[in-house]
């Protein structure tokens, strides 16, 4: 029976070692789960800012994009006015240019016209000087 109490002992020793060696295990496992745990919150926290910045990102991209319609469309406007403004420009000039004509076309014909006046105001004073005028008062 001696035996048997001194096997009983060893047995509750051996529990009593397998316990202990239980409860570390268990508080190893507690440990690393509370760790992975506030890992996982940490990573759910970072993932929850990373979507939010990616939002953000996503509203300013949106609001970029319409930016650069409005810029495109106002560029096609200005760039159409450029256009027009050369097309009425070039037409001015063609204009300027027949004036110009004109003009040293209207100084010739003046010349012409003052040289035909110097003329008759010669002849006038030929004809003068060959019957004079007697005035019949």
């Known amino acids: 029976m001696v035996a048997r109490e001194d096997e009983a002992e060893d ?4 529990l009593a070692v397998v316990k202990q060696e239980h409860a570390r295990v268990v508080d190893e ?3 690393a789960l509370e760790e992975l745990t506030a890992h996982a919150e ?4 970072e ?22 319609g409005t810029i ?3 560029l096609e ?3 159409k006015q450029v256009r027009d ?3 009425e420009s070039a037409n001015k000039e063609v204009h300027i240019a027949q004036m110009e004509k004109q003009r040293e076309r209207d100084r010739e014909d003046l010349q ?11 002849e006038l004073e030929l004809v003068s000087a060959l019957f004079p005028i007697s005035c019949v008062c």
């Open 77 to 79: 406007k200005f760039g």
């Open 42 to 45: 940490g990573t759910q926290a």
């Open 11 to 14: 047995a509750r020793a051996e």
């Open 85 to 87: 403004l050369q097309t």
């Open 112 to 122: 012409g016209l003052n040289i035909a006046l110097d003329s008759k105001q010669q």
């Open 47 to 68: 993932l929850g800012a990373a979507v939010r910045g990616k939002d953000d990102a996503d509203v300013v991209v949106q609001s970029l994009r319409e930016r650069i």
């Open 72 to 74: 495109e469309a106002e």
């Open 29 to 31: 496992h507690c440990q």
